[in-house]
């Protein structure tokens, strides 16, 4: 065997074997399912498996994770116990009634999911299935339905504070420890898209929406922070306004570096303006000492800024220039204060909130599919009589409940349909051929371990996660431990059958039912970005990094749809950028006009200006902005600052809206 194949055999292997933190995950999650079963036999709970199932839900490679998911899952579940004991008070007596209000209270909750983020969004897909698993299960017997809700309340406390235990007891990983060289590493990439931006101008929309995918996935971990410490909120603080941070510098440096395209000869302040953004973005930044005194920069970036307003007369490019490099200052000086927070848990400068794009059409389809498909499968199992349907029923919309939180639903679908008939596998095999009819708890839980380290590696690694997390959740509810452990061979095989049938019907179902395509994603995100760009123009302001941060996401999302040859993916990269541009331009234009609106010499520029950004025309937007500076130089310093930042938002509006004026016509927002 040669060097090269020897290299490349032990690469491949290297690439199979887990690493130690995996190994380290996959035995902490072993151990808290046992001690979670061991305490379930000790309190004789009804539902043993519910224990070790939780435990399996719970299963986070981060501390922080752990405890937001766990958090909302409490919380899920007490609101889907409370609506089960409603439901089986007023529809007890009626099988049909019950299904019909379930039906619609799961698609309630799908449709609200789609608007929530991360854990919250999946405690409020997790209330409309707990009362599939309360209610429905109980649709014979609605005596029972308050024990069950007690049951299945005593089971999930009983994981949340036994793996909250082992994760403290056996050294998990924090969140903010993994998230601090994450966000550093995306300081630095940003950085470097600055400084190519400040030497050679506007790097483009790819390079761009390359770096809004990179810092997008963060936003999970640094909302799971808060739980981990003491200071938690601090560090979710600095990581939330660090993440917005590099959103801002981004789009600044772009603006900078268009603006110095568009003046043919730059006067000394803006060369002034250009070196202190260079020397923002030098080698220092990131390191524990030295570098610029930002505040500094930034308040010598308002001179200037102020200078400009008071001669009256300096161009409207330049105004810009200057005005987008103090922006970008400040942007720099909060991205560099998040990190530190993140790392060291001092109060930060800020505390922002990081918004999530949603499509109104995407969500009510999600909530239409899953309601659809319980609906058909419910009809389908009540009219064959099966005497399990409703433990079939419960898979059905378990499944469908979870892939309507997931970015892929199609994906999710066939990891589910590959990892159920996994998890019948290994929970036969141990039911049947390690226990073997035995008795003893040391002995379930050795048979138990292959199957759950399987699962945790499985869910560790991108590619199988799905199959993985199913196959560790449906395990322990397929093998259903108790003490003494049953055999019912009849019964295992038809839970077996009705979960890879469920697996189906989910299958089958995000591929026939109201599926949604790339081209549709991208269709609603533009249309839902035209209504704001449309609301924006008229003079509904916002809040500028709220905005940048929603928009940021609507382009992360839009990007991750597109799709074609390289020119038509720029193109429609181009104008997604470019809505999301003037959108927050007229924002921040009409936000910053308001704040003038007690300026008496002001008034008659400020009208001109709306008006302008009403029309949407390029030509009466540079000169509603020019009036707006000759009229505000002899205004006092904070409302000549105010005024450079409506008037570079207007500037910055008229070049893009020239740009693209053959697309914005076409979505019809304005006349253009």
Not at 209 to 233: F, H, K, Q, T, V
Not at 471 to 486: D, R, T
Not at 572 to 580: E, G, N, S, T, V
Not at 598 to 606: E, K, Q, T, V, Y
Request: hydrophobic letters at 55%; a positive charge; charged letters at 15%.
């Amino acid at each position: 065997m040669s060097d090269r194949t020897l290299d490349r055999t032990l690469d491949r292997l290297d690439a199979w074997v887990p690493k130690p933190a995996a190994l380290a995950f996959a035995v902490r999650i072993w151990v808290a399912m046992m001690a979670a079963l061991y305490l379930a036999f000790w309190l004789q709970l009804d539902s043993t498996s519910s224990a070790a199932v939780g435990v399996a839900i719970l299963a986070q490679p981060k501390r922080g994770q752990a405890i937001s998911k766990a958090v909302y899952r409490l919380l899920g579940t007490i609101l889907g116990g409370a609506v089960s004991l409603l439901f089986l008070a007023l529809f007890g007596q009626d099988r049909v009634e019950m299904l019909v209000a379930f039906t619609l209270w799961l698609g309630l909750c799908v449709f609200v999911a789609q608007y929530l983020q991360d854990t919250r969004a999946y405690g409020a897909m997790l209330s409309g299935y707990t009362v599939a698993i309360i209610a429905v299960a109980h649709l014979d017997t609605p005596q029972n339905g308050f024990d069950a809700t007690v049951a299945r309340l005593a089971a999930i406390t009983l994981a949340i504070v036994v793996i909250t235990f082992i994760n403290d007891a056996l050294a998990s990983p924090s969140t903010w420890r993994s998230l601090r060289p994450q966000l550093a590493a995306a300081h630095a990439a940003v950085q470097d898209f600055c400084r190519a931006a400040f030497a050679a101008g506007d790097p483009g929309v790819e390079w761009a929406a390359a770096l809004i995918a990179r810092i997008a996935p963060m936003r999970a971990d640094a909302s799971a922070i808060a739980g981990e410490l003491d200071d938690g909120s601090f560090r979710a603080a600095g990581a939330r306004s660090g993440i917005a941070a590099l959103y801002a510098m981004v789009a600044a440096s772009r603006a900078v570096a268009r603006a110095r395209a568009e003046l043919a000869q730059p006067s000394p302040e803006a060369e002034e303006a250009l070196a202190i953004c260079r020397t923002a973005v030098g080698e220092w930044a990131g390191e524990t000492g030295g570098g610029p005194d930002m505040a500094a920069l930034a308040a010598r970036l308002r001179d200037l800024v102020d200078a400009s307003l008071r001669a009256g007369d300096r161009p409207l490019d330049e105004i810009a220039l200057l005005q987008r490099a103090l922006d970008f200052v400040v942007a720099a000086t909060f991205a560099a204060d998040g990190l530190h927070a993140l790392a060291t848990g001092d109060r930060p400068l800020r505390d922002v909130d990081l918004p999530t794009h949603r499509d109104f059409p995407v969500a009510l389809r999600a909530a239409f599919r899953v309601a659809i498909a319980f609906a058909i499968t419910a009809s389908l199992f009540v009219a064959s009589g099966l005497p399990q349907s409703s433990f079939a029923l419960v898979q059905v919309a378990a499944t469908c409940s979870l892939s309507s939180v997931t970015p892929d639903p199609r994906k999710f679908a066939l990891g589910v349909l590959m990892g159920m008939p996994l998890a019948a596998l290994m929970a036969g095999l141990v039911l049947f051929g390690l226990l073997n009819g035995n008795q003893g708890f040391p002995l379930l839980a050795l048979a138990m371990a292959p199957p759950i380290l399987l699962g945790c590696l499985l869910a560790l690694n991108p590619p199988t996660f799905t199959v993985g997390f199913i196959s560790l959740v449906f395990f322990p509810a397929l093998l259903a431990p108790s003490n003494p452990q049953g055999y019912d061979a009849g019964t295992f095989f038809l839970n077996a059958f009705l979960v890879v049938l469920a697996a189906l019907i989910l299958f089958l179902t995000v591929r026939l039912v109201l599926p949604v395509t790339a081209a549709q994603h991208r269709a609603y995100a533009l249309d839902s970005a035209r209504r704001d760009l449309a609301g924006a123009l008229a003079g509904e302001g916002g809040d500028a990094t709220t905005r940048t941060s929603l928009n940021a996401d609507r382009l992360y999302q839009f990007a991750g749809y597109s799709s074609g040859s390289g020119a038509v993916r720029r193109m429609a990269l181009a104008h997604a950028f470019a809505l999301a541009q003037i959108e927050a331009a007229a924002a921040r234009a009409h936000g910053q006009m308001h704040r003038l609106r007690a300026a008496d010499a002001l008034r008659g520029p400020i009208e001109r200006a709306r008006a302008a950004l009403r029309a949407g025309h390029p030509g009466r937007l540079e000169a509603a902005a020019r009036d707006l500076v000759q009229a505000a130089s002899a205004e006092p310093r904070p409302s000549r600052l105010c005024t450079a930042r409506a008037a570079a938002d207007l500037v910055a509006a008229a070049r893009v809206i020239a740009r693209h004026r053959r697309f914005l016509r076409r979505l019809g927002v304005a006349p253009f």
